[in-house]
């Protein structure tokens, strides 16, 4: 199998690129021919690193879950994104793009989000920095999403809702887009996944690479290897799990376990598993595994949880699953939520919904007593806490 990488064309085998509207090339090309030169300096990751250690609490601890473990029946650990400021993996990836647009003479920041995750963390970092910050979120996410969206404007930033569509992360999408659009000049629009057009999937993954740096320290201190038998994270657009891949795309002795939502089922028509009912179309930017109709319009997705509620899939995953590199599962609403209920009775840790269907993909594996895995927990709960309560009646 050939290495896994990005072309210069920003492409993964046959997925990615930039397919933009003209007006946005200068914004796109501007990142695109700067990004990994700023990213790699040397006063860039000195701020880098300083402020994921001593602002967001880096590295997060992979903890070895003994009663989740003696359940599934291999030893399970968690790599406690839970734990980061602000309750997600999204930081890491804020903090980044913020020092980067700083270093390229942005003064407004533009972000979308569902979940809220990622408008909190890029909120958290533009009050840090002084900057102006406007999140676009779908109106039905504002509504199920309260906490974060009442984090948000105390930090500062302006929440815009998108009432367009089926007012979620696609069309919080869209807006912010045409926002950056109009602003060339003095907009940074920090997408919070690895979609969009290159250079974004690679520049989020190598922001979020962090976590797989972190694993392969940890476990070697823990098992005496950097390698364990399967790597599972939940997949929406993506970026915790390719976070969590990164340094790990090739180790082909290491299985790379993506967790798609499935809604109310795959075939109920009220899913987000991309990858199982998507065919090749173009989506924010980059081609990709889109879920569409016959003649391309977007199909709505749905998933409890707002972070996976998305359309399509990052290239980079999309390319994991067509090569086979990646080993994609789905699971249901109910399952992300049993789950979540079990984890938490069992380890004393309320997930996020996202990493629920992570936790909820370890029952589909074939596992073996000696088997080594590694959960990505990419949030906590307390956002979900309303959904949770529902779920109690």
């Known amino acids: 199998m050939s290495k896994i990488e990005i072309d210069e064309n920003g492409y993964y085998g046959n997925f990615g690129g930039a397919y933009i509207p003209e007006m946005l090339y200068p914004n796109v090309e501007e990142l695109k021919s700067k990004y990994l030169e ?41 790599k406690r994104e839970d734990l980061n400021h602000t309750g997600a993996h999204k930081i890491n990836n804020a903090i980044g793009q913020v020092l980067l647009a700083q270093r390229l003479g942005k003064k407004r920041i533009i972000a979308e989000t569902g979940a809220g995750q990622h408008g909190v963390a890029t909120a958290t970092v533009c009050a840090l920095k002084g900057l102006e910050c406007i999140v676009y979120m779908g109106a039905i996410d504002i ?26 992360l696609k069309d919080a999408t869209n807006e912010a887009i045409r926002d950056w659009i109009n602003n060339p000049a003095d907009t940074h629009y920090v997408i919070g996944s690895v979609v969009g057009p290159h250079p974004y999937p690679d520049m989020v993954a190598r922001f979020q690479s962090v976590i797989s740096e972190e694993i392969r320290k940890q476990l070697k201190e823990k098992t005496n290897s950097e390698l364990p038998n399967y790597l599972v994270a939940c997949v929406g657009g993506g970026s915790n799990a390719a976070g969590t891949f990164y340094h790990y795309l090739n180790e082909e002795s290491v299985k790379l376990v993506a967790i798609e939502a499935a809604g109310h089922g795959v075939n109920s028509g009220m899913s987000a598993a991309t990858t199982q009912l998507g065919t090749l179309g173009v989506l924010h930017g980059s081609k990709s595994i889109v879920m569409q109709t016959e003649d391309g319009q977007v199909v709505e997705p749905h998933s409890i949880s707002a972070g996976l509620d998305y359309p399509g899939i990052g290239p980079l995953h999309a390319h994991l699953f067509e090569s086979k590199r990646g080993i994609f599962l789905s699971a249901t609403d109910d399952e992300a939520l049993e789950a979540a209920f079990n984890l938490t009775r069992l380890e004393g840790i309320i997930p996020a919904l996202e990493s629920s269907h992570a936790l909820a993909g370890l029952k589909k594996l074939d596992l073996k007593k000696e088997d080594v895995v590694v959960v990505c927990l990419s949030g906590r709960g307390d956002k979900d806490m309303d959904t949770y309560m529902k779920a109690m009646g």
């Open 38 to 78: 700023i990213m790699y300096e040397d006063s860039f990751q000195k701020e880098f690193q300083y402020l994921l250690k001593d602002y967001v609490g880096r590295p997060s601890p992979l903890y070895l879950a003994e009663r989740l473990s003696e359940q599934i029946g291999a030893t399970t650990y968690l």
């Open 143 to 168: 509504e199920r999403q309260a906490p974060n969206v009442a984090r948000m404007k105390m930090l500062g930033a302006k929440v815009v809702p998108a009432k367009s569509g089926s007012q979620t």
